[in-house]
């Protein structure tokens, strides 16, 4: 995928869309879509869910789900988004799927998992890395979700209404709560 | 990833600590990984393909046990056949072995092949046998059997009447075999055909 403005990138996202929905281009274009959107989406997930295996479960499970209702796609989002959506949802679900099986609140499992990773024997980098984590899984859900996209994936406002919905003023709102609540926890040592 | 110098300035200014962190990869994918995972993704999808499955929404779709209702169990419905030709059978014996000499002919019985068959000479015989004199056989007989009688009588023409009655058989009879109220009778019909 050709980088450059939102235009070229529009005119390059509609023609692999047309490449997607005609059969005899189906499957060479699917590839290019992969492998424009295979980096940034794993990222994506792995900021959620911490673990490779899941994280490549969750990823192919995306694609499977943007093969099999390209065809429903009707062009009113961008192809980025709508995959971010997918991946999203996908997210979600395992996580939602997690807290059942641990019997206990997502909040305080990845409360626990902040916890310990403040107190692991690291290097400066290291600790550094894991404060923020810590800090990241401390905040409600949305907040986390908005600050990942904002921070992590480098979303623009607007792109994250594709895929979280909502408006752009709350998603703003969300990320500035998220960030001070972040601010706080680091000084917090 | 972008540097950190390209984020917006108003969160940085709330955020110091935050914005002067060092921005790379929080966690790596393993080698070789991204070369891999478009083969592995289409491999997964022949696969679905061949197996004509879907993923559902919410995870794997488990099928619902289902309890057959009992007139769907096989034992159920075994026994209910047979206990339905054994009283087809039963019926069917009750209805065979109904005895011949009965004397309660109803309209069902006389109206069936089994009696039409008979020639009269046969129903006469059978009659003098059971020792019934016409009135009491009449008596016996249904609606049934009666109006199949007088739909014969009103069959009859005039000419096959008078012929019966030239029958040499007629003429051989003795007056007094002859009972006089049967002839009484049979003319008056014969008049009302006439």
């Known amino acids: ?189 | 990833m972008k540097d950190h110098e390209k984020y917006p300035e108003d969160w940085q200014q709330e955020a110091p600590l935050l914005s002067g962190l060092p921005r790379k990869e929080p966690d790596a994918a393993p080698e070789g990984y991204f070369e891999r995972l478009p083969n592995r993704i289409f491999d997964r999808i022949q696969e679905l393909e061949a197996h004509s499955q879907g993923i559902a929404d919410d995870g794997p779709i488990v099928p619902e046990p289902t309890e057959r209702p009992l007139y769907q169990r096989n034992r159920f419905r075994n026994w209910s056949i047979a206990a339905g030709l054994a009283l087809l059978a039963a019926s069917a014996i009750f209805w065979w072995s109904f005895p011949e000499n009965s004397l309660t002919i109803g309209d069902d019985l006389w109206a069936s092949a089994q009696i039409g068959n008979l020639s009269d000479e046969a129903i006469l015989a059978h009659l003098e046998l059971a020792d019934l004199d016409p009135e009491t056989v009449t008596g016996m007989m249904g609606d049934q059997a009666m109006a199949a009688i007088e739909a014969d009588l009103h069959d009859l023409d005039q000419q096959e009447t008078m012929d019966y009655l030239m029958d040499e058989d007629w003429q051989d009879l003795r007056l007094e075999d002859i009972d006089l109220g049967d002839l009484s009778d049979l003319q008056f019909q014969i008049e009302q055909e006439l």
């Open chain 1, 1 to 189: 995928m050709p980088s450059g403005g939102d235009h070229q990138q529009n005119q390059a996202e509609q023609l692999l869309l047309r490449e997607l929905k005609n059969p005899r281009t189906r499957n060479a274009a699917f590839e290019k879509l992969v492998v424009a959107y295979q980096q940034p989406l794993y990222y994506h997930i792995r900021n959620m869910t911490r673990s490779h295996e899941d994280t490549d479960d969750i990823l192919q499970n995306t694609f499977v789900k943007a093969w099999r209702y390209i065809e429903q796609f009707r062009g009113d989002a961008q192809l980025k988004t709508w995959l971010y959506r997918i991946a999203t949802n996908e997210c979600l679900t395992f996580l939602n799927r997690q807290k059942k099986r641990a019997l206990s609140d997502l909040t305080d499992v990845q409360d626990n998992l902040a916890h310990s990773q403040t107190h692991q024997d690291t290097t400066s980098g290291e600790e550094i890395e894991a404060r923020l984590k810590a800090a990241v899984d401390s905040l409600p859900e949305k907040q986390k979700l908005v600050f990942h996209m904002k921070y992590f994936d480098d979303l623009k406002y607007h792109e994250i209404q594709e895929i979280l919905g909502g408006s752009v003023g709350s998603l703003k709102a969300s990320f500035h709560h998220a960030v001070k609540k972040i601010e706080r926890f680091l000084q917090a040592g």
